[in-house]
């Protein structure tokens, strides 16, 4: 039953119940042996271009599922579980590798770029990723991970921004509970300076690691750090970009627009080629209309809803995350908006990062201290305090829908802050050495082949089947369509395209 009472926050039941979410979820296919597979985009998934639920990310071999938009957590999952079902039927003997942290890798200029044909807008997809590539290196472009897209009726831009300050300033306690990526194949760091130790030969990691993936090995630019973007407000947010996307940068002109042979190597010589470029653990995002730039919509039209971007594939999952994740993550947004949100600071923006950093390689250190304003405190201790924080919105949400499964999933997280070993990092590193003899690889290549195996004992129902051929038979001829259309030379495309004034204008100061 619904309660007439507003939820914490003054937020209403129909608005609770109006939370619109979608999942992208990313994995590497692989060859059975667990090394990185080098074949083009299945062609029975359809054209990565133009399919709506099946893409690739940077690598041609790197599979990329999306869910429509849901208002129920478990239908959400559902759809994504199938998308996945047609897409390891789609592999021959292929795998889906489990884990963010890459199988087996070839020389990094070996890594497969994403194909999307001979279209402008295709092929600018491909020279953003060459780009990616020389600017940090292939390797660290196959990580994988899940992104939750996330929005709530009658939420303004500026409460969006709100939610992003305190998401940024507790992010340390998602990467604490769902981190799942303490450990990694010995390839990925073949040739790089880092601080991991071999935990068995093959296999480097670090004892109380969380997520290597959001640590200094992951997802981090030293040139985007000097960036030091401020969420205090959408103008702020967006002059940050504005400048990031039309000032060349030294080192990026000196990799040069193209090669001697005429080759393009990236976009342009800016710190930040295109928005998508720009990392971050959350982002205000909204739908934009075919070649619009995503920061002239959000000028034009303000933040329609955030994506999280810090979650790590769960290995022990079928599809990488679980409903009680996803409820967990509502409860946390939900009181992440509901909570007052000071502005920050560039003081404050640092110590968040190292607060990431440490969570993202010693999390699991008994007794670790984090920096919260001018002092420290204990992650355990804050981490329960803010998880008896988000037991009335949870209370609320269970209210709203008549279940206690939000509350179920708040006391899931307390237990975890508990009991490290029950965490999804301590259990990987717990069933690498236990089961498999030491080895990252092994592991992960296990459960990829066990998942496959079990989501494939239960085939596609025969209407399903179809609906997801003809998306892919559409998105071809889609694709097809679209490179016919083409009027334009690709320089001129490129030209209109990142061209300053397709980013929009500042707002209008009263």
């Not at 491909?126 to 929005?151: A, E, P």
């Not at 494939?456 to 001829?477: D, G, M």
Request: charged letters at 20%; glycine letters at 8%; a negative charge.
């Amino acid at each position: 039953m619904i309660e007439s009472k507003s939820a914490p926050g003054g937020m209403n039941p129909q608005q609770l119940l109006g939370i619109r979410r979608g999942i992208e979820k990313e994995s590497l296919r692989c060859e059975p042996d667990g090394a990185l597979a080098m074949s083009p985009h299945p062609v029975n998934l359809g054209s990565a271009l133009t399919h709506p639920h099946i893409t690739t990310d940077f690598s041609e071999s790197q599979v990329e599922l999306i869910t429509g938009v849901h208002t129920g957590v478990q239908a959400c999952i559902d759809e994504l579980r199938e998308v996945q079902k047609f897409t390891l039927q789609s592999m021959g003997d292929e795998i889906l590798w489990v884990s963010s942290m890459p199988c087996k890798l070839p020389a990094d200029d070996a890594i497969p770029l994403g194909q999307y044909g001979s279209s402008n807008v295709g092929m600018a997809k491909t020279v953003y990723r060459s780009g990616l590539g020389y600017r940090y290196g292939r390797r660290m472009q196959t990580i994988s991970g899940i992104h939750y897209n996330w929005s709530m009726p009658d939420v303004s831009s500026q409460a969006y921004f709100g939610l992003i300050r305190n998401f940024r300033r507790h992010a340390f306690l998602l990467l604490y509970l769902f981190g799942a990526s303490p450990a990694v194949c010995e390839s990925f760091v073949a040739g790089r300076s880092h601080s991991l130790q071999v935990l068995h030969p093959g296999t480097m990691g670090l004892p109380h690691a969380t997520s290597l993936r959001m640590g200094r090995l992951g997802y981090q630019s030293d040139a985007q750090s000097a960036l030091a973007v401020s969420y205090n407000s959408l103008e702020g947010y967006a002059a940050s970009l504005h400048q990031a996307l039309t000032v060349p940068y030294a080192p990026y002109q000196a990799i040069g627009v193209r090669a001697p042979d005429g080759h393009f190597r990236q976009l342009s010589t800016s710190l930040l080629q295109i928005e998508n470029e720009f990392y971050g653990t959350i982002r205000p995002k909204r739908v934009i209309f075919q070649g619009e730039r995503p920061l002239h919509a959000l000028r034009e039209r303000g933040v329609e809803y955030v994506e999280v971007r810090l979650m790590d594939l769960d290995p022990f999952e079928p599809v990488g995350i679980n409903a009680r994740t996803l409820r967990f993550l509502d409860v946390f947004l939900l009181h992440c908006l509901s909570q007052p949100s000071p502005d920050d600071s560039p003081h404050e923006i640092a110590a968040m990062a190292r607060n990431q950093q440490c969570v993202a390689e010693r999390g699991r250190e008994p007794g670790l201290r984090l920096q919260r304003g001018d002092a420290t405190v204990a992650l355990r201790d804050w981490g329960l305090e803010l998880v008896h924080a988000l037991a009335p919105m949870a209370q609320t949400l269970d209210a709203a829908h008549g279940s206690s499964d939000y509350q179920d999933a708040v006391a899931h997280a307390e237990h975890a802050l508990q009991h490290p070993d029950t965490l999804p990092s301590a259990r990987v590193l717990r069933s690498v050495e236990q089961d498999f003899g030491g080895s990252f690889s092994a592991f992960a290549k296990g459960h990829s082949a066990r998942t496959k195996a079990q989501e494939l004992a239960i085939p596609l129902a025969a209407h399903a089947l179809a609906h997801f051929q003809q998306l892919a038979e559409a998105s071809r001829q889609a694709q097809h369509e679209t490179e016919q259309a083409d009027s334009l030379p690709f320089d001129r495309y490129l030209e209109q395209y990142l061209s300053p004034q397709r980013l929009g204008q500042p707002a209008a100061r009263v």
